[in-house]
């Protein structure tokens, strides 16, 4: 049975691949209808179910505790630091390490610029009625969602290429894509099930770029075979991205707002941006900066996985999705 919340309205969903571009679009369309941002709630740091992170549920799968805590998100009844400013709480208080060398009191001094950056924009946001909650975490609950929930979701896909470029680029421990695959090779019902057509690379030695490209893949071909609804639809980036004005009506109108954001808000960069981001408006021209980025091992080895896996909506030799 659907669960009913926030008074009849449908829950509105953003889900996609980390480096998707998925916070730029949630802060887009909460900005333009007044809506509350709530962002990543099943990242372990504030989820109640962190053994939900990443898990793989399809459509006849029970789990009261999931339901109820997702429940209380979708309601607004569900407040953290993290959802609510985007910043891990443990890491805003100084730390002895954070002093211990001139490199770590520079990263820490960013940090807390960042924080308070996301302090302030956030902070105005916190009192608005209507959510709109984006995951990044939850690819692989899609067909539960819509069983569970009167839901209105968008998947949003970018090109392969560009994400795992992005990834290896930006690193650290967010982006580990060992611990990314772990989370998958350590869940029963995925590997019993969808992990059956990704048991050869599973087991296999890959390298970063391969395990990235693995990463999407297993995140993304599963929702990718589920049937478009009026209740469900997928995005590309690419194609929202260089022509606007068709696409962004298509978005506000799978989600059932009204208003479609404003030209000056698809200027901004996404709170979950690189630090390098000079404040001009991005060069979208084809969304193709990846492949001057991304080095020829790397391309040429996920080019092999794609094809390999049967990927066929994107090539690592045109930045743009096939029609």
Same mark, same amino acid.
């Given at each position: 049975?659907?669960?009913?919340?926030?008074?009849?309205?449908?829950?509105?969903?953003?889900?996609?691949?980390?480096?998707?571009?998925?916070?730029?679009?949630?802060?887009?369309?909460?900005?333009?209808?007044?809506?509350?941002?709530?962002?990543?709630?099943?990242?372990?740091?504030?989820?109640?179910?962190?053994?939900?992170?990443?898990?793989?549920?399809?459509?006849?799968?029970?789990?009261?505790?999931?339901?109820?805590?997702?429940?209380?998100?979708?309601?607004?009844?569900?407040?953290?630091?993290?959802?609510?400013?985007?910043?891990?709480?443990?890491?805003?208080?100084?730390?002895?390490?954070?002093?211990?060398?001139?490199?770590?009191?520079?990263?820490?001094?960013?940090?807390?610029?960042?924080?308070?950056?996301?302090?302030?924009?956030?902070?105005?946001?916190?009192?608005?009625?209507?959510?709109?909650?984006?995951?990044?975490?939850?690819?692989?609950?899609?067909?539960?969602?819509?069983?569970?929930?009167?839901?209105?979701?968008?998947?949003? &896909? /970018?090109?392969? +290429?560009?994400?795992?470029? =992005?990834?290896?680029?930006?690193?650290? @421990? *967010?982006?580990?894509?060992?611990?990314?695959?772990?989370?998958?090779?350590?869940?029963?019902?995925?590997?019993?099930?969808?992990?059956?057509?990704?048991?050869?690379?599973?087991?296999?030695?890959?390298?970063?770029?391969?395990?990235?490209?693995?990463?999407?893949?297993?995140?993304?071909?599963?929702?990718?075979?589920?049937?478009?609804?009026?209740?469900?639809?997928?995005?590309?980036?690419?194609?929202?991205?260089?022509?606007?004005?068709?696409?962004?009506?298509?978005?506000?109108?799978?989600?059932?707002?009204?208003?479609?954001?404003?030209?000056?808000?698809?200027?901004?960069?996404?709170?979950?941006?690189?630090?390098?981001?000079?404040?001009?408006?991005?060069?979208?021209?084809?969304?193709?900066?990846?492949?001057?980025?991304?080095?020829?091992?790397?391309?040429?080895?996920?080019?092999?996985? &794609? /094809?390999?896996? +049967?990927?066929?909506?994107? =090539?690592?030799?045109?930045?743009?999705? @096939? *029609?």
């Amino acid at each position: 049975m659907k669960e009913e919340v926030m008074g009849g309205e449908p829950v509105r969903l953003i889900l996609g691949s980390g480096r998707s571009g998925t916070t730029w679009i949630q802060d887009s369309l909460a900005n333009a209808n007044d809506l509350r941002p709530v962002f990543e709630p099943l990242k372990s740091v504030s989820s109640k179910v962190p053994q939900f992170e990443y898990a793989f549920l399809d459509k006849q799968h029970q789990s009261p505790e999931l339901k109820s805590f997702l429940s209380d998100v979708f309601n607004g009844q569900f407040r953290s630091f993290w959802t609510d400013y985007r910043v891990p709480p443990q890491k805003v208080l100084p730390r002895w390490e954070h002093f211990s060398s001139w490199g770590k009191v520079k990263a820490y001094r960013r940090f807390v610029a960042r924080f308070l950056a996301n302090y302030r924009s956030m902070s105005g946001n916190l009192d608005r009625s209507g959510i709109l909650v984006k995951f990044i975490r939850a690819n692989l609950m899609l067909t539960w969602l819509q069983a569970n929930f009167n839901a209105r979701i968008v998947l949003v &896909l /970018r090109h392969p +290429g560009a994400v795992i470029e =992005s990834q290896l680029r930006l690193g650290g @421990k *967010s982006w580990n894509p060992v611990a990314r695959l772990a989370y998958y090779c350590n869940d029963p019902f995925f590997m019993s099930s969808l992990g059956k057509r990704y048991d050869r690379y599973l087991n296999a030695d890959l390298s970063p770029a391969q395990m990235n490209t693995l990463i999407w893949a297993i995140e993304n071909q599963h929702p990718l075979e589920q049937p478009e609804t009026d209740s469900y639809r997928v995005i590309n980036y690419e194609t929202l991205v260089n022509h606007p004005i068709e696409e962004w009506p298509r978005v506000v109108q799978a989600l059932e707002l009204s208003n479609v954001p404003a030209t000056d808000e698809l200027n901004k960069p996404s709170q979950q941006s690189s630090s390098k981001w000079e404040g001009k408006k991005k060069d979208y021209s084809k969304s193709a900066k990846w492949m001057t980025r991304i080095s020829d091992q790397d391309r040429d080895e996920a080019d092999r996985m &794609l /094809r390999d896996l +049967g990927v066929e909506c994107y =090539s690592m030799d045109n930045p743009d999705p @096939k *029609s």
